[in-house]
């Protein structure tokens, strides 16, 4: 690893206190409530966009520049974690995060809600600090268990910020979420700062050469690129699920609203993948582990291939399958990347995290124009297609490391 950006580093990190278990819970609470951030505007645009002065046709802004936002915040601030002292860093991309939530809760202004919807996309990546210092503290014998746990926090936190949403909105106003949110992010910044140990990362180099070597990573790190191209396209498919899925329940079953919030609980359950994950990544499972999660990822979106594919326990089938599966397998990847270079951690996450999020927007993207063009079949056959590339390629690699 002589010519990695590791190379910019003074001797050693920062010692730290032992990471316990009530302090896991703790970074997989703060995970799960700052990501949400992200999720909370999507099944309420419908009630913002007539309150602050946008168009029907513009209220899908609201979304795209938060996720915008999430992306710049991944590629410009989550690096800083090798360079700036991480407890300052996470408590300051916090408080603003807290503001703009906040800001959001209050303005009456199209164009000044639009800008907010960008910050709080750029803040809301404190999430993918945190993961990385925890990775960090941990032991290797239990780093993908412990990486396992904080993730569950995390996936709950994708999962559950819908559903909330809705129901708050549905029964208190779109505005009691974002002042819900507020208070809850000033709760994490309490938490924050009153148990996050000091990490001092060891890099002495510059922004630009921080940002400049995420390009050296990505060039020098096969196992990088791999894991990254698995999970953007099983991301993909989570996304396209989640997004289509509430159409179908709403225009083929009749679900309302709430009934849908409730549909969306049932996610959840895949949150329990996580653990399992890390404790196969500990034993040395990680192959085996990566073949199971792409193949029931796959077999998860078939379900909506047969007859009775349609049907409510058959969408909850899939849901239930695919989250389990995309959960499994981003553990996996975060436990690989972890393990190249220490002391690029927080890049590494930087990378991994875009390639994620670059799946799962186009999955959003798509999901509308599938279903409406040819229904759930459709996005059944696209869901079942691109895991299946993301097996093939597994399946390629490893050939080629075993040649």
Same mark, same amino acid.
């Given at each position: 690893?002589?010519?990695?950006?590791?190379?910019?580093?003074?001797?050693?990190?920062?010692?730290?206190?032992?990471?316990?278990?009530?302090?896991?819970?703790?970074?997989?609470?703060?995970?799960? &409530?700052?990501?949400?951030?992200? %999720?909370?505007?999507?099944?309420?645009?419908?009630?913002?966009?007539?309150?602050?002065? *946008?168009?029907?046709?513009?209220?899908?802004? +609201?979304?795209?520049?938060?996720?915008?936002? %999430?992306?710049?915040?991944?590629?410009?601030?989550?690096?800083?974690?090798?360079?700036?002292?991480?407890?300052?860093?996470?408590?300051?991309?916090?408080?603003?995060?807290?503001?703009?939530?906040?800001?959001?809760?209050?303005?009456?202004?199209?164009?000044?809600?639009?800008?907010?919807?960008?910050?709080?996309?750029?803040?809301?990546?404190?999430?993918?600090?945190?993961?990385?210092?925890?990775?960090?503290?941990?032991?290797?014998?239990?780093?993908?268990?412990?990486?396992?746990?904080?993730?569950?926090?995390?996936?709950?936190?994708?999962?559950?910020?819908?559903?909330?949403?809705?129901?708050?909105?549905?029964?208190?106003?779109?505005?009691?979420?974002?002042?819900?949110?507020?208070?809850?992010?000033?709760?994490?910044?309490?938490?924050?700062?009153?148990?996050?140990?000091?990490?001092?990362?060891?890099?002495?180099?510059?922004?630009?050469?921080?940002?400049?070597?995420?390009?050296?990573?990505?060039?020098?790190?096969?196992?990088?690129?791999?894991?990254? *191209? %698995?999970?953007?396209?099983?991301? &993909?498919?989570?996304?396209?699920?989640?997004?289509?899925?509430?159409?179908? *329940?709403?225009?083929?079953?009749?679900?309302?609203?709430? $009934? +849908?919030?409730?549909?969306?609980?049932?996610?959840?359950?895949?949150? &329990?993948?996580?653990?399992?994950?890390?404790? *196969?990544?500990?034993?040395?499972?990680?192959?085996?582990?990566?073949?199971?999660?792409?193949?029931?990822?796959?077999?998860?979106?078939?379900?909506?291939?047969?007859?009775?594919?349609?049907?409510?326990?058959?969408?909850? +089938?899939?849901?239930?399958?695919?989250?389990?599966?995309?959960?499994?397998?981003?553990?996996?990847?975060?436990? &690989?990347? %972890?393990?190249?270079?220490?002391?690029?951690?927080?890049?590494?996450?930087?990378?991994?995290?875009?390639?994620?999020?670059?799946?799962?927007?186009?999955?959003?993207?798509?999901? $509308?124009?599938?279903?409406?063009?040819?229904? !759930?079949?459709?996005?059944?056959?696209?869901?079942?297609?691109?895991?299946?590339?993301?097996?093939?390629?597994?399946? !390629?690699?490893?050939?080629?490391?075993?040649?």
């Amino acid at each position: 690893m002589s010519n990695t950006p590791s190379t910019l580093t003074a001797p050693a990190d920062t010692p730290h206190a032992p990471l316990t278990q009530g302090l896991v819970w703790l970074f997989a609470f703060c995970c799960g &409530a700052i990501v949400a951030n992200l %999720y909370y505007s999507q099944p309420i645009i419908a009630l913002i966009a007539p309150s602050v002065g *946008l168009s029907a046709d513009a209220a899908s802004l +609201i979304v795209s520049l938060t996720q915008i936002g %999430y992306a710049l915040g991944l590629l410009l601030l989550v690096p800083l974690g090798d360079l700036i002292e991480n407890r300052k860093l996470m408590i300051s991309t916090a408080v603003v995060s807290s503001l703009s939530l906040l800001a959001a809760a209050m303005t009456s202004q199209p164009q000044w809600f639009l800008a907010i919807s960008l910050l709080v996309g750029i803040s809301s990546v404190a999430v993918q600090m945190l993961i990385p210092m925890a990775a960090h503290m941990a032991p290797e014998q239990s780093r993908g268990r412990i990486v396992g746990n904080i993730m569950s926090g995390l996936l709950l936190g994708i999962l559950l910020a819908r559903p909330v949403s809705s129901l708050i909105a549905d029964h208190f106003g779109w505005r009691t979420v974002y002042f819900t949110a507020t208070a809850l992010m000033v709760l994490i910044i309490v938490v924050m700062a009153t148990t996050l140990p000091r990490h001092e990362p060891a890099h002495r180099s510059s922004y630009g050469q921080l940002l400049g070597s995420l390009a050296v990573l990505l060039r020098t790190q096969p196992i990088l690129r791999q894991r990254s *191209l %698995y999970q953007g396209l099983m991301f &993909a498919t989570f996304s396209l699920f989640w997004t289509a899925v509430p159409l179908e *329940l709403a225009q083929s079953h009749g679900l309302s609203q709430s $009934a +849908i919030a409730v549909f969306a609980l049932i996610g959840a359950v895949g949150a &329990a993948s996580a653990p399992i994950a890390g404790r *196969l990544a500990d034993a040395g499972h990680t192959g085996k582990a990566t073949t199971l999660a792409l193949v029931l990822a796959v077999l998860s979106m078939v379900v909506g291939l047969l007859p009775f594919g349609v049907s409510v326990v058959a969408l909850a +089938i899939t849901g239930v399958l695919l989250d389990f599966a995309v959960q499994m397998n981003m553990v996996l990847g975060q436990r &690989a990347i %972890y393990a190249l270079d220490p002391k690029s951690r927080a890049r590494l996450n930087a990378i991994y995290m875009t390639s994620i999020f670059v799946g799962g927007a186009l999955g959003s993207v798509f999901a $509308a124009t599938l279903y409406h063009s040819g229904g !759930w079949h459709t996005v059944a056959m696209v869901g079942t297609a691109v895991p299946a590339l993301a097996l093939l390629a597994f399946c !390629w690699h490893g050939r080629q490391a075993h040649s």
